[in-house]
Nanobody, 126 residues
Framework: QVQLVESGGGLVQPGGSLRLSCAASGSIVGIYAMGWYRQAPGKERDLVAAITSGGSTTYADSVKGRCTISRDNAKNTVYLQLNSLKPEDTAVYYC????????????????????WGKGTLVTVSS
């Protein structure tokens, strides 16, 4: 069973920094892309940043220049460094694994399946 577990959320003052981590586990053979989404109260879940296994990255316009996504393929772990945080960055941040291939599903789902973590709350407030 695939699990994505986020860590690193919390309360941060405006202008501060935070590093989120997400580790995927569960007999994983490979993951095409890993990413971070966020959902603020009353709003939809939106992409923050994503990175492929080859290292290609995508960032939302709202975080460009303040955010760096990185990945350790050997550890199936993705990181999100957020700097110059603003109150509008307050949200639950969710980790996403796209195209997750496991030893148990490699034949039934050769392109992999998508999974989500349970989320970690980031609050930016003074």
């Amino acid at each position: 069973q695939v699990q994505l577990v986020e860590s690193g959320g919390g309360l941060v003052q405006p202008g501060g920094s935070l590093r989120l981590s997400c580790a995927a586990s569960g007999s994983i053979v490979g993951i095409y892309a890993m990413g971070w989404y966020r959902q603020a109260p009353g709003k939809e879940r939106d992409l923050v940043a994503a990175i492929t296994s080859g290292g290609s990255t995508t960032y939302a316009d709202s975080v460009k220049g303040r955010c760096t996504i990185s990945r350790d393929n050997a550890k199936n772990t993705v990181y999100l460094q957020l700097n110059s945080l603003k109150p509008e960055d307050t949200a639950v941040y969710y980790c996403n694994g796209e195209g997750v291939i496991t030893a148990h599903t490699i034949h039934s789902h050769p392109n992999g399946m998508d999974y989500w973590g349970k989320g970690t709350l980031v609050t930016v407030s003074s």
